[in-house]
């Protein structure tokens, strides 16, 4: 309890669905995110949170903040690190608001 109160960055809850939105935008069985599934994954975040955070998170000049290692694709590890940066921002401790946006940008149907 006391780490979901600290922020998204030191939740379990938040990297459990981080890791369910990652496998959830891949559009192949590949380990990483490609520019393509990055764009459709921004266009889901826009939809369903709002452009503020589709920018920061997920807009074009996001993904080369996330892509670490320049290889122009977004590894789990990239993903993980530069949403929990990007949540530390918007959402600063407010966990529960991060688990929400995690659940809305990915369908489990």
Known sequence: ???FRMG???SWEVR???KEVFNCWKSTSDAALSPSDWLMASKVVETECDAYLSEKWTGEHAFHLADANKDGLVQFEEF??????VFEVVFGR???DALQVLK??????
């Open 1 to 3: 309890a006391e780490r």
């Open 8 to 10: 998204p960055f030191y």
């Open 16 to 18: 459990k669905e981080l």
């Open 80 to 85: 993980v690190s530069f949403s929990l940066s």
């Open 94 to 96: 407010r966990t529960q």
């Open 104 to 109: 809305k940008v990915c369908s489990r149907e």
